[in-house]
């Protein structure tokens, strides 16, 4: 078997009727034995762990859920399990019971491919009955956001002074007319109090500030001053602020070349006075 260059090469099917040697041969994921081609299989080999990454599922007739079978244990002590445990009959019906169209008289079945929710009504239809005259839509609900309480007692107060009646039920609803108006006027008294007190606040306040002090929005971050405008305090800074700042630091700031003692305001002329004059070189 094999070959001088290659002597591990090829290798006997574990089959006891074959024995083929095999240079290509097969390895079993279950049995891990080795096989040729015709073997390979799990049913030519006879493979004695064919099933056990199998995976078997049983439906619950009680609650029409899975039960998964654990491989290497009795069936019958894992459908005990389900049952003492995680059995639910009341989910059967949700789950074989299946949707159908509400329209009066239709049988269709609604899966996914055949819905349409109305967006009037928000329900499902079928796609015979999806538009809203065939399922004869009331259309979507509308909202009563006015206060209808004290308009109905007035009127319930009109029709009551024109019948002229004196029944219980008449006193009743007048009295409530009475504790509705007179709470509406309390809400509307209060209202008027509160705008008073806010505008007299106001007043009070425009009462306090310095005369024309309203005008100066800007004011100067060294002196305290105010000004009306932006333009206003930018030259009031350039004017006062900046020419004492240049005028004061014009006497300290000046440089010197290390190597001819000659002095510079300006940096930049000292570069270029070094790079000129000594070679670009400050060293002495």
């Not at 015709?38 to 599922?57: E, F, G, K, M, W």
């Not at 002229?164 to 108006?181: C, F």
């Not at 606040?201 to 309203?214: F, I």
């Not at 510079?264 to 670009?280: A, N, Q």
């Amino acid at each position: 078997m094999g070959t001088p260059a290659f002597p591990n090469l090829g290798e006997h099917c574990s089959v006891e009727d074959c024995k083929l040697i095999d240079f290509l041969p097969f390895t079993c994921d279950r049995c891990n034995q080795v096989f040729c081609l015709q073997h390979r299989s799990y049913l030519s080999h006879l493979c004695p762990n064919a099933n056990q990454t199998d995976v078997t599922v049983l439906i619950c007739p009680l609650c029409a859920q899975g039960v998964r079978l654990v491989p290497n244990e009795d069936p019958n002590i894992t459908w005990d399990n389900h049952v003492n445990g995680d059995c639910d009959p009341s989910n059967y019906q949700k789950v074989t019971k299946k949707k159908r169209c509400p329209v009066l008289g239709c049988k269709e079945t609604l899966v996914f491919s055949n819905t349409v929710r109305c967006k009037d009504c928000f329900q499902d239809h079928c796609l015979r009955h999806r538009f809203g005259p065939d399922h004869k839509c009331l259309g979507p609900k509308k909202l009563n956001t006015g206060f209808s309480l004290i308009g109905g007692l007035r009127n319930q107060k009109g029709e009551l002074s024109s019948s002229q009646t004196s029944s219980g039920s008449s006193k009743w609803s007048l009295s409530l007319l009475n504790a509705a108006s007179s709470l509406r006027a309390s809400a509307e008294a209060g209202m008027q109090r509160l705008a008073i007190a806010t505008n007299q606040a106001l007043q009070k306040a425009k009462d306090g500030m310095p005369q024309g002090s309203a005008d100066l929005e800007e004011q100067c971050m060294q002196c305290k001053a105010r000004f009306s405008s932006v333009n206003a305090l930018i030259d009031h800074v350039e004017g006062v602020h900046e020419r004492h700042v240049s005028h004061v630091q014009g006497k300290v700031i000046v440089d010197v070349c290390p190597k001819c003692s000659k002095a510079f305001r300006d940096p930049v002329l000292l570069v270029e006075h070094v790079e000129k004059d000594h070679g670009g070189s400050s060293k002495s």
